[in-house]
């Protein structure tokens, strides 16, 4: 087991430690909570089940933490986070089996997640040396009537406590791009990572614990969401909440009150597709978008808009490539993997069930074990069945066939999750009409949609973006 | 009465419609609500107690020519403002009235809200051109493992209905700051303007009505806030809320969800003084700053914080200054005129009060008519006085004296309301070092805090700006 | 005559004075310059022959003028430009009448000239608010070593006295271009107009002039290129050239040595036409692109480089075209008019001959009368003519058949003149890979080159603009 | 010596080689050009005297590897910036020992150079992913007229090649600030070392080459001036001049015609020193600004203007500070040094002289030995003495005294050498309105002028920036 060697520090037995204050710490409730392996469907690790007064005193000592922090050169904040990206691919291999784990995600991807991370902290440690190291000069005789007599310095200044709750699907990845722009920016950051995920994230805190960040500006808590989640979110020491997950999402906001809030919530990205695409290149999109890490992304292709005249040609080509797909353990870096817990096994399961009852067409047979269903294209879905509203999370894709462009834009705008969407098409003014017309943060012309390169940005309204794939190299000597 | 004239449309006998859908409306409720002016302290005006149903009417509408609105060319929405903007200045005389008996703002101050809100309406439209015409394109090479495949393209694009919330004190400019922005990023507009200063914005919106905007855009319901407040900052049709007030916005924050909010509630401006400052100049500075409007300004300088061996010196040129305050009926230009409503006065007696009680020192007798109070300053006031925390909304302003600048920055941070401050002294470094340290969005160096020129930030964390007033004029042909 | 009216103020005897120190005024030269109508070859106008000694005083008066004028507060000078740009709209009528008179530019085209300056002195006015009122606020501690102790503040300052250069062929609008930009950044304007045009120039700066401008912010001085050309671009007291035009502007960066230069020369803009093209919209864009001004516009589409497959219909399509061209006199608003002047006819009438005699395809007869020439596509023209790399500057447009578009972006990207390109293909992947391969300034996507809209840029290296032309409408209520 | 190890590489015999096409090469030439050690007046080293036809062959790998370079990820040009950074601190010794020997730079100042650049070069890539990555999207209905129907992209593009000729008092700080953003932005170098600093440059480009750049994107040429000067600075293929140096920076201009250049010439830094100043500062920053590096910085103060009424005390103050300087060779880590030749020990001399004649007061006695000149404070300067307007380049500071400000601005004004200044006030007022009057491109309030923090801006009109000091340290736990 990974964490019987260099981590052992982070260990009090067989329960992981949380962090706080610059120590690994184990909680004087003398609980622990237990995280259950999907693929075996058995306990694989504890960790502490942190009461509310240490809570309280990770508070406390994240805000003292934050004051000299946020005097800190810029500079050496860049460096330290430039050292805490370093140590953490070094400890790719670690954290990755814990990934295996806790989420099932197949190896190869919990690898290249925390490559990723470590590329993302670098990144955001560059960002924000100039983000926060250039505010703006402006005179007063912009403003009529005014005399050149007033100068305005603007600057950005931290927050405070950023309190950070990253979801399950990407529990280092999603944590990271919550913890590196909190910290370059002169913050602190206690994060409650999600459960199943927790031991990957304790494993990447104590990569930054290795950099030597001071005391109390990084802290990580464990426990039960019933003792300490709303607590959590309602604590008067949280300057702003950053939280990706569900519905969870709406209830914070409810109970933050004026906190700022960084959320991103569901998805149901569509992807409409034309009769002049490239279908190829669709199937390959298809499969990607949709059945990667078994469909447990928010930028997972969700539903299929495709035009009625191409649609028996596309369903053809998606389906050969299911059927190459291989389904198993994540430690054989199978396609598709067990997903997350029984519950959301059994809320895909209906959501199949719905279908079938109301006429979909199976492109495979529906199977399922354990936490494990084989992957499955449904045709002929319709507006009145639940799984084309509904996030499976889960490795099932509905197709809906549209007679025209306006009937996948209306359908795609008629869902209450606008995260991502994309449109494959040849034809250079459909393809910007269309992506302007879909109401989504970001539409991807020509590429499944996804979160990255990591630069772009990830965003919903009031900003838009419209990502463009070229397709095609470099033809000349230019 | 202004009104019988060229506004006879917007009456319904003594009683003004509100505005929906393009047209000036009676409600069904065939209710009215009474506008009280603080000076005579009898009903001036009456407007319509609006209803649900006609509250759903109008965010139907407002939602359908939003739609419409948001591909309307930027120097077409520009235009509009242009000529509503025009519109409002031609009108200030007829709206300063209305502000006058509705809030009893000096008849001088009221035409210059006016003024300066037409010019802030065609500032915003050409801000709004460039804003929204420039988004960026990235590329995505600049982020490791990611050849030069894929480009981006943002923009910024509406946030559809928003929900404008003005304060009684600025009914007409906190209104256009908020109208004016919303519509030239593409939104539609909801305006729910505050009872005392409804007939000031009805009068307002009457002037975007002339200027030719689409039916429905724009809108305004009066009504009581116990039948429609509620209904409107949790209606599912509104897709932004613009407040500026006080407590009732954390009310409205919690109850409002994800919606995107933009608010701005108390202040509590500190005036830190030092000891080169020059103290004629900073009494110049705490009489404006404090004194106008009567101190119902969310800028006003709210508690002063003097070095001890200046203060002696410093309290007599204020009270000196206080002297010469004419206190009277706005109607002829008052400096000191009743504040908004008995409530308000009763709880400015209260502040007082307790200052008395725990030993203030009174520079003027305290003295009140109705709502009307005299300009009062109070000496030697401590921590333990409630008027050291808490804002009077008043002619009343507290002075502590202080042995050294910690000790001022800490009274000031120590605040819950951190809107600006400012700080008085001739020395560059103590200058920079002190609006730094204090925990204020906005920090004016060298005079009183306002919120202006109007394109100036007025923002709080995690932004900050330090507004420094040039006192000496060029001195060379340079 | 137009003049004779209102502009009488500028006129002494025939002859148009030059503007020198808020005055009009005559030359102590006691000389002038004629100005031939390129229609009837004959002299229409008279302007002063200035004197060097005259220069000499204008510059005294430029520099004495910009000290203050730096000084003057943002918005005013805005609100002089905006001033400027309704008188300009007044004129446009007089001022057309001299674009017919002096240049040959069809009627309506010299209306809009003067209307799209007037809106461009606007546009300026408020982009210069912005853009010099806007610095930035930087601080010490972004660079490795260096502790937060060291604030930047950047601003924008004037240059001084520009001295603007505008050519022949929109006397007027690349006049304010110049103009406008450089007043509201607080530099003072010497102004050259060129010979053909200078009427019309100095129309324009009457506007200016009415406008109220403080003295000698603004000069135009006209005269003979030989007496004050190099004396105006070599004088000490100019800080800034801005020019455009053509071979001169290389002779002039030699002479003015450091001076900033802003320089717009020649331009050889290619169209590359794909397969997949919309031809009927290629057609329609050559003409315009082509022909509009009998083709004396640096943006004009001077080669025509399409795919051999498509060439014989696209070249039948545009001689269709051609056919319906009108020609003759300006004043009857016919779409070619006389070239501006003898020397430019038989410059064009060169490489007419030296086609022919290499074998180049006629698409119509040659034909020329005075100025006057017939529009003329020549088709099968080879690299080994001078027309493929020559700017004719005239209604004349030789097409080259190409086998790839390798072959397009190569002899594109082989001339020396790489202004502007355009290209047409409907296919998203090839337009952006062979817009980023043209090594022109910008590259317009199934677009005629443009300047245009008048805010997006128009620059060479090392910027890049690539412009795209939307052709179907919004599809659905998105 | 140094380069007999690592660097044999780069020696033939005694002579160091050029390096071209990724080799480092002898010259056909079979001459060399000798480097003066100015301590020892002897030869020092000897590097290749290049021909014109091996600067052709240059200029055209130059050309060829620029192209694909600038299809380069950018990522990729950083993680090579990044590398050649590293690796050229890593050499920070043996490229110091140059410094040391050809422009007899003290010994550690030599390290930081050499440190400082490699921190430049890894802020410049970092800069460039930034800048590259980013373009504008702008759309066509900001501009009246116009509808949403037009996009623009907007890119920075490589200019090609660029020939970047250094100064020869930092060699290789003043090198890399050319190399690195031209780099990182998909040019290629030509670098044409200074010929005292030459093997320092070619040190610091073994650097480069060690990286791994591809072979042609650097090159480094050695030369006589006479045979290959005029040939580069006119050579075809250059695309972009950087040049960092004197009077011939004027020349260089009028022969590169239209081809973008970077030129930074001479400096005569006004140091106004005002009543109210803290003196000890003064000297300090005097000493510091003055005599670093023996005064041969372009950034040195050059002139004290200082308020007669406290010109004494500061005299006093600032001689007993030269008394301590300490003076003899490099390697001893003098203070003062030998200036970098005898004809400018020369000419540094006539100016003294030239002051002694009109009657300046000798602070100290003048002493020279060889190229070595004593530091030397001349009081009472007046304006008809050469050394109130020529830059000495040497330890030897002019004292002005003035009877006002405006006296100080004036004399500052009517310099021709703008490059910076600085004033010394605690007045904030007085700070901000006197270094807005100085004509300078940077002005330091309350610090010496300097070049850095290096991303601070370093540029002349039209932009200018304030850069100021913050002398106390937070006082508060604010």
């Known amino acids: 087991m990974a964490a019987t060697g260099v981590l052992a520090e982070i260990l009090d037995g067989d329960v992981y430690k949380y962090y706080a204050d610059g120590e690994w710490k184990k909680s004087t409730s003398g609980k622990s909570v237990a995280i259950i392996n999907p693929t075996t469907r058995k306990p694989q690790y504890k960790v502490q ?177 019933s003792e300490i989640g709303d607590f959590l979110t309602m604590h008067p020491g949280v300057n702003c909440i950053s939280f990706t997950g569900g519905d969870t999402g709406i209830a914070i906001s409810k109970k933050a009150g004026m906190i700022p809030l960084q959320m991103e919530l569901g998805g149901k990205d569509a992807c409409i597709v034309l009769e002049d695409a490239d279908l190829d290149l669709v199937a390959a999109n298809i499969i990607k978008g949709g059945f990667s890490y078994s469909g447990q992304r928010c930028t997972a292709v969700k539903v299929v808009l495709v035009i009625e005249s191409v649609a028996d040609t596309l369903v053809e080509k998606v389906k050969a490539k299911v059927a190459k797909l291989s389904v198993g353990p994540p430690e054989d870096d199978c396609d598709i993997t067990p997903v997350v817990s029984e519950s959301s096994a059994n809320f895909i399961e209906g959501l199949v069930n719905d ?95 996804a979160r990255g390169p990591d630069h772009f940005p990830f965003q919903v309204k009031p900003t838009k973006s419209i990502q463009l794939v070229r397709l095609i190299d470099i033809m000349v000597d230019g």
């Open 49 to 225: 089940a942190c009461s509310q007064e240490e809570v309280n005193k990770v508070m406390d000592s994240a805000k003292a933490a934050q004051k000299s922090w946020a005097k800190t050169p810029l500079w050496k904040r860049a460096e330290l986070l430039h050292k805490a990206a370093a140590i953490l691919k070094e400890h790719k291999a670690a954290i990755a089996e814990c990934l295996v784990k806790e989420i099932a995600k197949p190896a190869k991807d919990a690898v290249t997640e925390v490559v990723r991370s470590g590329d993302l902290v670098s990144y955001c440690a560059e960002e924000g040396v100039r983000i926060l190291g250039e505010g703006k000069f402006l005179v007063s005789d912009s403003f009529p009537g005014n005399e050149r007599t007033k100068y305005c310095l603007t600057s950005k200044i931290p927050l405070g406590v950023i309190l950070a709750i990253p979801p399950f699907n990407y529990p280092v990845n999603l944590a990271v791009s919550k913890i590196a722009p909190a910290l370059i920016a002169g913050n602190s950051i206690v994060l409650k990572p999600p459960t199943q995920g927790a031991v990957a994230a304790l494993h990447m805190v104590y990569c930054f614990h290795l950099a030597g960040f001071p005391k109390g500006l990084i802290s990580c808590v464990t426990g039960k969401g």
């Open 355 to 449: 279908a079938k009852q109301k006429g979909a067409t199976f492109c495979q047979e529906y199977k399922r074990e354990g936490n494990l269903i084989w992957p499955l294209l449904l045709d002929n879905v319709r507006p009145d069945m639940r799984i084309a509203w509904e996030e499976p999370f889960g490795p099932v894709l509905p197709v809906i066939r549209i007679n025209s462009v306006e009937e996948g834009i209306h359908h795609c705008n008629a869902s209450n999750f606008g995260l991502q969407g994309c449109v494959f098409t040849k034809d250079i003014n459909k393809a910007m009409m269309i992506s302007d017309a879909m109401e989504s943060g970001t539409v991807q012309i020509n590429s499944a949609p």
